[in-house]
């Protein structure tokens, strides 16, 4: 089975702080995702990968950058961390074509105070 | 604005009963897919139909596609307490690479 890890699953930070997330698979895809989720708000793509050291923007890419120096990994960070990004993180991967279903990890939940 | 938008936004009905939800989108697509969520937890694939397929089945799942008023409804047969979960529609857009664009999902209570 296809697994998507994601290393942090409950955090608390400050404002002001420097947050890593990461996301590990382990299927050899060659796409990885980053999303948030808020109430009312769905799912909705911060930054997303295609390949290893690429990157491309969401929909809500501002306050986020992403880091993929190995195909299996791909970290969310956020540089200075505010707490309108309190929110759940969702990270997820894929194969190029096929028909495009991705796999989820279980979510990270971030808390900024 | 979202790609896909659900309908209802939340549902509840008792054991047995059937379970319909509605997904509607703006742009053409090359297929769609409908993921579950359990409270707090990551979404999981269901089902994919692609955009030369009207229907399809899986287990106690039908899905239906209508291209021309680009819209989508997810039935669950039977429906059991451990159905209880969101639901999302996500659509693949023809211009939009790789990218899944989700829905706000629907919030199906169960009761037993």
């Known amino acids: 089975d296809v697994k998507v890890t994601q290393s942090s699953r409950y955090l608390v930070k400050r404002t002001g702080e420097k947050v890593f997330l990461e996301c590990v698979q382990d299927m050899d895809h060659e796409n990885m995702f980053w999303y948030r989720q808020d109430p009312g708000l769905g799912l909705r793509l911060i930054y997303f990968s295609y390949d290893v050291k690429m990157k491309e923007k969401g929909d809500i890419p501002e306050g986020y950058s992403v880091s993929r120096e190995k195909k299996e990994r791909f970290s969310l960070i956020l540089e200075s961390a505010s707490t309108n990004q309190t929110s759940m993180y969702l990270c997820?991967?894929?194969?190029?074509?096929?028909?495009?279903?991705?796999?989820f990890g279980e979510g990270s939940w971030l808390t900024v105070v | 604005s979202q790609q896909g938008e659900e309908d209802p936004q939340a549902l509840s009905i008792q054991e047995g009963e059937n379970a319909t939800m509605n997904c509607s989108y703006k742009t053409s697509i090359n297929n769609l897919q409908w993921y579950r969520q359990n409270s707090g937890r990551g979404l999981v694939h269901l089902i994919l139909?692609?955009?030369?397929?009207r229907e399809k089945h899986s287990g106690r799942l039908r899905v239906t596609l209508d291209t021309s008023k680009k819209s989508s409804s997810l039935l669950i047969t039977a429906s059991r307490a451990a159905d209880t979960a969101s639901y999302f529609c996500a659509t693949t857009r023809e211009a939009a690479g790789n990218k899944l664009t989700f829905g706000g999902g629907t919030r199906v209570l169960v009761k037993p």
């Open positions: 139909i692609r955009s030369n397929e």
């Open positions: 997820a991967s894929s194969f190029t074509g096929g028909e495009n279903t991705i796999y």
